[in-house]
């Protein structure tokens, strides 16, 4: 994971010929390497210039050329949770952007704070947990509601490797971890009361957001529809 802990950090090597990214976490910096390679270990067959994560298989990261919303004139990696990327620069399916970098060019750090959030995928992403959770789509979240039984409900998102400090029941997280706040009454989960969390963040130190499992999928389905709408803006 590009800003998970660096004990996880991917293989850091150099490949000549390949796009080289440099990223800095908190106190580490180190070259990350990637095979230029059209099929990766997700079973995606990947566009060349993109590439799945080490240790997030739903994550990927595509080179887009300028213009973008992160530079005018540098290429950058637009992040996603599709495979594909979008033809549109500041598509909502991009959950932000990171600076990249070639051999041929003068490497730049690029780590946390260079991270540039997608306002349309927040947007985006508020809608799909506020649908999902109106379809009943996460277990995850209906057993929570059942234990609450009666009260506000945080929305948290969770990782592979382990939760985004999750607190235990009952107590209130950081808000940098709570997606959003719902109702709940008689152990139902009342989705019109919905309240997206301002300061919430996309990526942190302890990584790229990931839903829960129900919610993920739902997420997923949203973001293959824009794509597909994009795509048809495009060609016409």
Not at 87 to 99: D, E, H, Q, R, Y
Not at 103 to 114: H, K
Request: glycine content about 6%.
């Amino acid at each position: 994971m590009i800003f998970g802990n660096p004990a996880r950090r991917p293989y850091c090597g150099r490949i000549n010929r390949v796009p080289v990214v440099k990223y800095s976490s908190l106190h580490t910096s180190c070259h990350i390497s990637f095979p230029n390679s059209a099929t990766s270990s997700s079973g995606h067959d990947l566009p060349s210039g993109s590439f799945v994560d080490h240790t997030r298989p739903d994550l990927f990261y595509h080179l887009s050329e300028p213009p973008t919303p992160l530079s005018p004139d540098a290429p950058v990696y637009a992040l996603s949770f599709l495979p594909s990327a979008s033809p549109v620069s500041n598509s909502a399916t991009i959950i932000g952007w990171l600076p990249a970098s070639t051999e041929r060019q003068t490497e730049q750090d690029a780590g946390l704070n260079d991270f540039k959030e997608n306002i349309k995928f927040r947007h985006l992403l508020h809608e799909a947990v506020k649908s999902g959770l109106q379809a009943n789509v996460d277990e995850i979240q209906r057993n929570g509601a059942l234990q609450i039984q009666q009260g506000w409900m945080h929305i948290h998102g969770v990782y592979f490797t382990n939760d985004r400090n999750i607190p235990a029941l009952g107590r209130i997280g950081d808000p940098d971890d709570i997606i959003a706040s719902v109702l709940v009454e008689d152990g139902k989960i009342q989705a019109d009361t919905y309240q997206a969390m301002p300061a919430y963040r996309l990526c942190t130190t302890d990584g790229v957001t990931q839903l829960t499992e129900g919610l993920s999928a739902h997420l997923h389905k949203i973001l293959l529809q824009r794509l597909e709408i994009e795509r048809k803006g495009q060609s016409i």
